[in-house]
Structure formats: C-alpha cells, structure tokens
C-alpha cells in the first residue's frame, strides 16, 4: 500500500513500515491471496488490490454495519440521507487531499457536470487562504474531511499536537463554511494506535492511489485511477495540482459510462463509516 499523500521527504520512507505494522501485514497478506475480486486487481495494480482487500475482509460484509457515533454538530450535505444504496448499485468516491486551493474551482465545475459528489480533505491553514472556495465546496454538497492543520506526520507527534492538529482544523472549517468535518485523512495515511486514541472520527484511507503527485500528467493520472477503480473503491486525489484536475474530465466520463455513482465517503458507507477505512463492499448482485 502507498503511504503517501504528497510530495515526499526523504525520511517518510520509514513510514510504510509504521503504518503496515498498525495494519497486520500479515491480514494483509492473507487476505491478499484468499479474496477473489483482489485477485483480477492485482493483475492491474498490485497495491490497490492489497488495500482493496484488506477493506473488504475488515468492514466490507455489509457497509453500514460497522458502527461509529457521527459528531451530532455541525453537519454538511454528507447528513443527509444517502441519495444511493451503494449496496445495490456501483459507487465510488473520489476523494481530494490538501486543498482548498486555485484549482479546486475548476474541480468543483468538472463534478457540477456530472452531478458528482465528492470528498475534500481540507488542511487547515489553507481553509483560512482559500475561504470563499471552501464555501462553494460545502454549498455544492460535497463533503468535508479533516486533513490536519500543517500536514504534519502525526504518528510522530505528542498526542497533545494531534489534537490540536484536528482541533484547529476543525474551528476553521466550522468559522468559513458552518460545517463540523466528521471523517479525518491522516497526512501520508500514516498513523497508528496513539494517533487512533487521540481521533474518535473515522479514519479514511484509500484503495485506489493515483499517484497525482509524482505523475503531473493529466492522461497518466486518469489512467491510473481508471485502471484500478472497483465498485466501492475511495480513490485518492490531490486537487492543489493542475494536472489532476485537468484528469477530472475523463474520470468521470469515463467512470459515468461505466454506470459508477459518484458519492461522498459517508454516502458510500451508508452514512456509517467504519473506524478506518479503505473501501467500501461492492454492492450484492442481485
Ligand atoms: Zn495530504
């Protein structure tokens, strides 16, 4: 599994031990082999097929099962009842990493046309730069996540600065846009028990990593979300890159003509996200 999120520093490279190990490489691996659909993924994209399986043996029975107490305050779009059963029908959710920024606004017209909703885990103290554009994300239904205030590795910080890492996060959301973020992105997807004490929310990871950091090609990022998407798949986006965005058009054409839903995280779970999660079920055949 790709642990990053964004342009890496040299020292991250330990962080995929941190997180494997919180993980159980060896569910991991099991599951890797014993799990049919992580089979035909793997054959495109071994480490979205390892995450992949991973969500589906660990929450993926029934989504919506695997309770957690929402926070009651605040609230955007994602409070409403779902418009979709993903249980019944394809869905995926795309999620978009540590905007807001002077993309989003295009980002946000390329999803308007396809009556998408999607997932925005916001940083902090870009809320406070980009106000207006946060505003006309929530305005627009689509959900709000928590990404830390300065993108900080949080399994590497006193448990008191994880707090306020989310903490203040969560006022500006709260200040610019009147919402509270009920789920929480870890910088790079790392973290681990400590970090897990510290945030009641769940945890969103990711199955499908576009790798949009590394690969600032439009064509290249909206293949390798394309190549890898299975029903109920979070794939991961960074929407502070123009080339990402620009890889906006074709993922959601092409997606739409494969009769996928566009939905927020919570939507996909049937508004009950499990304590960490990767991906969702796909939906039972009927
Ligand atoms: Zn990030």
Redesign the pocket.
Known sequence: MEIC??EHPPFLTGVKRVTAGVLATAMLVTLTATTGASQAAAQSDPRAARSDALGVALFGASPGTSGVSLPSSGGSAAEAPPRVDCRRVKCVALTF??GPGRYTDTLLRHLAKYQARATF?V?GSNVVTYPRVLRRTVAAGHEIGN?TWS?PLLTRLPASRVRSQIARTDRAVKAVAGVVPHLV?P??GAFNRAVRRQISRPLVLWSVDTLDWRYRNSATVARRALRSVRPGSIILF?DIHRTTVGAMPRVLKTLAQRGYHFVTVTELFGGRPPHVAFRAAPPKKS
């Open positions: 999120a964004r990493d540590d885990f940083v990404h993108h992105r910088p790079y960074h």
